[in-house]
Nanobody, 120 residues
């Protein structure tokens, strides 16, 4: 059974950091693009970042550029989202998703989400 599991969320003060993990089970991530998305209460889900299967190409939403970094460790079958300089507006449930085509186009598999709360 293909499964993605996010972890690493929590409560952090503004300006703080968190690292989210997206671990895959039942399949290997090597040939999948992995995207991170988030959804805040009352708002639509938005794309945050994505990394192609090559691991070379990445993209970021303008709102997180320079603060968030996506990376992958295929040996651990895990993708990470390092989030620095967190702001209250980053508060949301964060989801990772997998695109079997490899280039961040269409995501067929989704995790259950992890809550990130940025508050003093």
């Amino acid at each position: 059974q293909l499964q993605l599991v996010e972890s690493g969320g929590g409560l952090v003060q503004p300006g703080g950091s968190l690292r989210l993990s997206c671990a895959a089970s039942g399949f290997t991530l090597d040939y999948y693009a992995i995207g991170w998305f988030r959804q805040a209460p009352g708002k639509e889900r938005e794309g945050v970042s994505c990394i192609h299967s090559s691991g070379v190409t990445t993209n970021y939403a303008d709102s997180v550029k320079g603060r968030f970094t996506i990376s992958r460790d295929n040996a651990k079958n895990t993708v990470y989202l390092q989030m620095n300089s967190l702001k209250p507006e980053d508060t949301a449930v964060y989801y990772c998703a997998a695109d079997p085509r490899g280039w961040c186009s269409q995501f067929d598999y989704w995790g259950q989400g992890t809550q990130v709360t940025v508050s003093s």
